[in-house]
């Protein structure tokens, strides 16, 4: 990194590949125009907006980088220009092993994204300094420290407590229901920045609350247990599949209530479409077996938040995304809601989960965001000529302003700040290594 070029030629890449989508973007970094505090990440430029592509018309995760940085008009006009510098990363949806993750995508194409090989052999002449691959959950744990808390924005809907509740120390938690159940935590690290960690907590043991979710917990166990098991994860309920699975359960001890319409739509619906199904004809109440089915996934979901909730006691709060949350809000929140009547439902830990902060996550890129921290992050470090560690921020100012109150806006978004004008000092002053 010592060779990397001007900060004005370098630009950071997010993204987000998912076993279906890959959403790619890029970013300019902070600079001496921008040194106030402001989110970690300056907005993307109309040339360098976030593009989303279809893994399965590609045969490998190098095409579609390709395909992006040639739709972003990053070649270089001739074969001796200098090219643009990129510091990446990619939240990648799999276990990350060696700065790489391989998946296979809907279409039966292995994906291999290999941080280290794109950036030895990046494609298309442009420079890659550094590529950091993580696993896509610490993606959307890192999105959740640039989102504003407030709910002013709409970007979070504030469930339980206020934002002024959230400590700047306390441990913050993500969960997340989609196709499946995400989880992950972050701590804060020895230099003030926070350190997220995977975690697979939505694979803990489901534990019913009644004898509906016990019957479809017997249920899921006999469709997908090995002879003898007697185990079903949270995952099996709430999540997209488990959505699935509780309306299978349902319409076969009741088929007289099942809807024929939702019925035939289903038997036609890819398996990855099922829960969406359901959920939509719930929403028109035109299928009563798809009401109750809802109703039960957002109690699981809930009951797994309020679980999270006593586990980590996260006084920086617990940050509810995934794709399933903003569709199904209706469910989620509010004191009477399915989510937190079994989010509150915690016996003599009622009152500890009740001062615990808890958000909505309304906007669909959170991973993209954490991506594009990570980058920022890994800017820094090599402006700075620093060695690698495991921070997840730089070090923030040692000052009043740079650490605010935690009732005084958000204190990620202000550390963030401080990093940022720390880098326009180092542009100011030409510091060069």
């Known amino acids: 990194f010592f060779n990397m070029p001007q900060t004005k030629d370098t630009l950071l890449l997010a993204g987000d590949i998912g ?3 890959s959403r790619l973007a890029l970013y300019f970094p902070p600079d001496e125009a921008h040194s106030s505090p402001r989110p970690f990440y300056p907005p993307a430029s109309a040339d360098t907006g976030w593009k989303e592509y279809l893994n399965e018309t590609y045969g490998s995760f190098d095409e579609v980088l390709a395909t992006f940085l ?26 990350v092993a ?5 998946f296979t995508n809907e279409s039966g194409n292995q994906f291999r994204v290999d941080g280290d090989a794109l950036a030895a052999d990046p494609p298309l002449g442009v420079a890659i300094s550094s590529c950091t691959v993580v696993n896509d959950f610490v993606g959307a744990g890192y999105g959740t420290l640039t989102l504003d808390r407030s ?3 709409g970007e979070v809907r504030i469930l339980n407590g206020a934002a002024g509740d959230v400590r ?4 913050v938690c993500c969960v997340g229901a989609g ?3 995400g989880e992950c935590f972050l701590t804060p690290g020895s230099s003030g920045g926070y350190v997220c960690y995977p975690s697979e907590g939505g694979h803990k043991d489901l534990s019913s609350r009644s004898s509906v ?14 002879a003898g098991s007697k185990r079903c994860s949270i995952e099996r309920v ?6 699935a699975n509780v309306y299978e359960y349902l319409a076969k001890v009741s088929p007289e209530r099942a809807d024929a319409a939702v019925k035939k739509e289903l038997a036609e619906s890819l398996d990855s479409l099922r829960g969406k199904v359901i959920g939509t004809a719930a929403k028109k109440g035109t299928c009563g077996i798809c009401v109750e089915t809802m109703e039960i996934f957002a109690s699981a979901y809930g009951a797994e938040v309020g679980n999270v909730a006593c586990q980590f006691i996260p006084h920086g709060g617990i940050f509810v995304c995934g794709g399933l949350t903003p569709k199904n809000m209706h469910l989620i929140e509010g004191p009477g809601s399915p989510f937190m009547t079994a989010y509150n439902d915690k016996g003599r830990l009622s009152k500890l989960v009740k001062d615990i902060p808890v958000f909505a996550v309304m906007v669909e890129d959170l991973g993209l965001r954490g991506a594009r921290y990570v980058a920022a992050r890994e800017y820094s470090r090599l402006v700075d000529g620093e060695p690698g560690n495991d921070e997840a921020v730089p070090a923030t100012a040692a000052t009043e302003e740079a650490s605010p109150s935690p009732k005084e806006g958000n204190p990620y978004l202000w550390a963030a700040g401080g990093a940022a004008a720390a880098l326009a000092l180092v542009s100011i002053f030409g510091k060069k290594r």
Do not use: M, W
């Open 19 to 21: 076993g279906t989508n």
């Open 70 to 95: 040639a739709d972003s008009g990053l070649l270089p006009p001739s074969p001796s220009s200098s090219p643009r510098n990129i510091i990446a990363c990619l939240a990648c949806a799999g276990p």
């Open 98 to 102: 060696d700065n790489a993750v391989a």
């Open 151 to 153: 709910g002013a924005s």
């Open 168 to 171: 700047s120390d306390g441990v």
């Open 179 to 181: 196709t499946g159940l």
């Open 213 to 226: 979710e016990f019957g479809a917990q017997q249920h899921i166990v006999a469709k997908y247990g090995p």
């Open 238 to 243: 709430a999540s997209g599949t488990g959505i």
